[in-house]
Every structure is written in C-alpha cells, then in structure tokens.
C-alpha cells in the first residue's frame, strides 16, 4: 500500500508549474548529496485516524524547498507553486483524487502552514518549509 506523501509526490511531479522549476528534483525524507538546485524534500510527519469521522485520516508532510541562490527568490517562486499545486480547502466542496500506483487517496481538505525561510549556516542554502495538514480516505 502506498502512504499520502507518496501520493503528494506524484501530484507535484504532475504539475507543470511545479517542474517547471525543480524538473524531477522531488526527494522522500532527504536531499541527495550533491543535488542541484532548486529541489524539494518531503517527509511524512504523521499519519493518524481522524478523531472525528470514522474511515477518514489526518495526515501532516513537511514539504522543504531548498536554493543555493544568493536572493531567496526562487526558493519562494517554488514554494508559491508547491502550495498552490496542493492546497485544497473546506469550500471546494468536490473531494480530490490522488492516485499513485494502484491506489487512490480522497482527499478533502489540504492547507498549508508555512514555516519561516531559513538560511542554512552550513551550506547557504535558502530552506523554506511549508507543512500540509491533509484530510483524506482510502
């Protein structure tokens, strides 16, 4: 069985504004060494039953977007097109297919909480992370 945040990879791998920017450079859990930029790194945080609504989960993917550009330009260009790529909210009252592989995941709801721009001591590199609470069934 696949998890949300591969099915959150595929979605942003089929959005042209998405790889218009980065290509294929969408990484699970860690930037391979070397990579060039700009790229994005996701990770599933949590994933757990829905307190309220049987059948239903809440998942939270922490999805970065790392730039080696002096300005952090890009790095905010792409993190633009990342949300508006997967965001979904309470009123778009049509739930969403997201499929990967053979299984489709309903999606609900999905907002986005932006964390601060960071610039990274070590490399320089610009870090914006953004995390998605997603509402969705299997």
Not at 55 to 61: K, L, Q, S, T, W
């Amino acid at each position: 069985m696949s998890s949300i945040d591969a099915a959150l990879r595929a979605k942003l791998a089929a959005t042209s504004a998405v790889t218009a920017l980065v290509s294929t450079r969408i990484y699970p859990d860690e930037l391979p060494q070397g990579s060039a930029l700009p790229a994005i790194r996701y990770s599933l945080i949590s994933d757990v039953p829905d307190r309220h609504v049987p059948g239903f989960r809440e998942a939270r993917v922490q999805v970065s977007i790392y730039d080696d550009d002096p300005s952090p330009t890009d790095a905010n260009t792409v993190a633009e097109a990342v949300i508006s790529a997967i965001s979904r909210t309470d009123l778009q009252m049509e739930p969403a297919p997201w499929v990967v592989g053979s299984t489709t995941f309903t999606v609900i709801t999905c907002r986005h909480i932006n964390g601060p721009r960071l610039r990274e001591p070590d490399t320089r590199y610009w870090h914006y992370p953004v995390d998605f609470l997603i509402k969705y069934r299997m």
